[in-house]
């Protein structure tokens, strides 16, 4: 697949290719709620999602990591998971 294919980021470098996925892989949700209030949305639907998406990232995440920069770069997907859980469930 040519979205993941590592060698059409070889320009950019591994280093940068690795954050670019990492952010791409990244849930996003803390201004969407702030959003949701100023549009007057469903506020606490839109926490529960925030919830839920950052809870899941800290399996998905590592998961979706492995899965599109393995190939080119060694990443340990167990180790990544435990240090997203760490940051993600613990505080």
Do not use: E, R
């Not at 670019?20 to 201004?31: F, I, K, Q, Y």
């Not at 506020?43 to 998406?53: F, N, Q």
């Not at 800290?58 to 435990?82: D, Q, R, W």
Request: proline content about 7%.
């Amino acid at each position: 697949l040519p979205y993941h294919d590592p060698t059409t980021m070889a320009h950019v470098g591994k280093h940068v290719f690795l954050g670019l996925v990492l952010v791409g892989c990244s849930p996003g949700g803390t201004a969407s709620n702030l959003v949701s209030l100023i549009a007057g949305a469903d506020v606490a639907l839109s926490v529960l999602l925030t919830t839920c998406s950052t809870i899941l990232a800290s399996v998905v995440t590592p998961l979706l990591t492995k899965f599109i920069v393995g190939s080119a770069i060694p990443v340990s997907g167990k180790a990544l998971m435990l240090a997203t859980a760490k940051v993600v469930l613990l505080p």
